[in-house]
């Protein structure tokens, strides 16, 4: 894995111990900020990614000032 930079990028995530979300936006708007240069797709990892498999579309559109400490972890991930 760490000889292979393409396999590691696929096993390896990082979530900081603070809060990266914009609280005045909501769950939508700030994955937007994320996804603007990603190579995948945010509605199809609502639907069947991994969005899908935290959840996230249960709050998609509640702001982040109003989410449980557990949703804004969710989301950060």
Request: with cysteine; net charge neutral; glycine share 6%.
């Amino acid at each position: 894995m760490f000889r292979e930079p393409k396999e590691r990028e696929k096993r390896i995530g990082y979530v900081p111990q603070e809060n990266p979300l914009i609280p005045e936006l909501t769950a939508r708007d700030n994955l937007r900020l994320w996804y603007c240069d990603s190579p995948y797709d945010m509605n199809e990892e609502l639907e069947k990614g991994v969005l899908a498999m935290l959840g996230i579309r249960e709050f998609i559109d509640v702001k982040v000032s109003n989410m449980s400490g557990g949703m804004k972890k969710r989301l950060s991930i």
